[in-house]
């Protein structure tokens, strides 16, 4: 038999999304049966699937001690991470993360240890802000996402309010996100909104665009503005009206102009040129965030209209104007 004593972060879910969370081992099937003939009790007596937790409430589940992790809580790979963090803004809800290229966000198929989010955990870990033996089913985790090799803003939500209230501001878009990037031509115009269709295959983690509809293709719509041009190379302001996989450096690609340092996507002169710098990563910065929220609840109010901007959008800069 196991207690758990529901916390704020664990408040608000379904009792069955909850026990997902809390006891991964236990299978679905066994989950609902366990509900169904009271083996699952909340607060001492039978509950249904979809009830609300609240702070207070507790859960006992009448199971087999074999679908506990005993593990689970006491996992600190995150601890393996590095140390080096930039933090353009810091509260009791959240961070705003300035990511270097070269850094993946999540684990991915090479296992490694060293995640912005491990980097994440650690530091909240190590000051006091994330105590994972104290919580059942939340983790610290990040709202956005950016490639490995593209630099710049990344939110993360350290408690479950606002994961689920910045979750829901990017969903409806009202967290407003612009990109610099360097490209290796000039777009026809000094400013556009381009449309075209984008195809992403899997396999290969690479996506194909087309100006026509194709099957399996989704609309994408990717606005830029010229800032500067220096001999072939553009700096390019690009705000997305959708958001897909690869959108700004496959669609720059196929204007033209594809990113300086962009090994997947480049032509042949953008390669040689990418070559001759000695750039290793596409040329291409989250550079700042805008919190323009229509409503908010009262918790998150104060962040209304805040502005946030990347340190590393400076480099970009820097490759039109290289020192002598």
Known sequence: ?????????????RLDKFITKAVPCLPTSLLYKGIRNKRIKLNGKRAEISTRLAVGDVVTLYINDEFFDENRQDDRSFLHAGDDLTIAYEDENLLVLDKPAGLVVHEDESGTADTLINRVLKYLYKKGDYRPEEEHSFVPALCNRID???????????????LQFLNEKIRTREVEKEYLCVAVGKPPKRHDLCKAFLRKDEKK???QVFREPKPGAKTILTEYTVLETA????L?????????THQI????????CPLLGDTKYGNPESLAMSKKLGLSWQALCAARLTFSFGTAEERFQYLTGKRF????????VSYLHPKA
């Open 309 to 316: 901007s990347s340190g590393k959008a400076e480099r970009l």
């Open 1 to 13: 038999m196991r207690e758990f004593k529901i916390n704020e972060n664990d408040s608000g879910q």
């Open 231 to 234: 001999g072939p190379l553009s």
């Open 249 to 256: 450096r496959a669609h720059m690609a196929f204007l033209g």
């Open 148 to 162: 490995r090799n593209t630099s710049g803003l990344v939110l993360c939500a350290k408690n479950a309010a606002a």
């Open 236 to 244: 390019l302001e690009i705000k997305l009206h959708t958001g897909r």
């Open 205 to 207: 983690n690479q996506v």
